[in-house]
């Protein structure tokens, strides 16, 4: 018998393993199972290195395209930078080198600086000549400003206030029923409803003890203008001077406290089950604030007056700036009947942000 040879030891599988890219099952051949790793590997090197282009690479593609046709263009700050071309589209700015503030005092060369005009003053009027006469009694303080919606001038001197016609000097009115020092002035808008129809005005003073509404009234052809003799309503400020006064076209008087507070006049016609005809209201503290005794908010807090209170009647909005450069914003409601506070900055806050945008 011929010798018989022992056959070779196949895998698992009646199918070898090529090494090329790409891997074909003998003919007449059924795999009978997952190929080797080796196989596995291969076919998914060969998937990889296939020409064909995915969505994501597409996409890709345009996101890069869109934004190099976006660097193109000339962005915000490009156009509002000084001497950004100077051209179309491009925003100028002067103010910032010496050259943009010519010397007229010394006289110059340049005809158009030559042209130019200093302010000058179009007509002077004197103070009454009756008010002259108590400037030299003056103790202590005194201030001046104007009421622009009646054409008057005001004045304090100390404790007393003058007002009259600054068109022609003439209709002196007064008021000497304070006996402090008058720290702050405004005339005001008076609530509906709530006065006789001869009171038009409000005239509001505060002093370091106590805040005074008092009522103008007018002659029939606003010819001449009448201070009421006794106030209508007064408050003490509770030891916190009043810096600033601002009043609301439906009425509302709000001030601006040395503490850094700002509070509300409020006022009605009659006294009620559960309030007095007027009250002081602090708006910048909480209802609960009242139990934590004085002393202890004074060493919390560190003081900031409220120098300056400005009022958007036309979208209900309060704002407020402290001595320190602090803006509070406060929303008055829909009706202009309420007072909630929105946001705060600090100066340092305003400079930083306006720096980033410069850069």
Sequence with gaps: MPPTSTPPMHP??????????????????????????????????????????????????????????????????D????????????????????????ALAGGSNTPEVASLRQMSSVRRVPLPAELVEHFGHMQCNCMMGLFTEV?????????????????????????DGLSDTVLSVALLQPKKDIFQS??????CLTTAVEIVLLGVGFSDDDAEMHLL??????????????????????GRIFMGGKDGCLYEFAYKADDGWFGKKATKINHSTSALSFMVPTFINAALYEEDAVVQIEVDDTRNV???????????????GRGGDE???????TQAQIAQEASAVAR
């Design 318 to 332: 309060l704002y407020t700036r402290s001595e320190k450069g602090v803006i509070t914003v406060f929303d008055l």
């Design 339 to 345: 007072t909630n506070r929105v946001c705060s900055i």
């Design 151 to 175: 054409e008057r001038a005001w004045l304090t001197i100390d404790s007393d206030i003058y007002v009259w016609r600054y068109e022609d000097c003439s209709d002196l009115a007064y008021f």
């Design 79 to 102: 156009k509002l930078r000084p001497g950004g071309g100077g051209g179309a589209g491009h925003a100028t700015l002067s103010g910032l080198s010496e050259s943009d503030y010519p």
């Design 198 to 203: 001869h009171i038009r005005y409000l005239l």
């Design 229 to 250: 003799p006794e106030p209508l309503f007064t408050l003490p400020t509770d030891a916190t001077y009043m810096m600033s006064i601002r009043g609301t076209a439906s």
């Design 12 to 77: 698992r599988h009646s199918y070898s393993t090529p090494h090329s890219a790409t891997w074909t099952p003998p003919a007449g051949s059924t795999a009978m199972g997952p190929p080797n790793t080796t196989a596995a590997s291969a076919s998914v090197a060969a998937v990889s290195s296939l020409p064909a282009e995915n969505g994501i690479e597409v996409s890709g593609r345009h996101v890069e395209k869109m934004i190099h046709a976006d660097s193109q263009f000339p962005s915000l700050l």
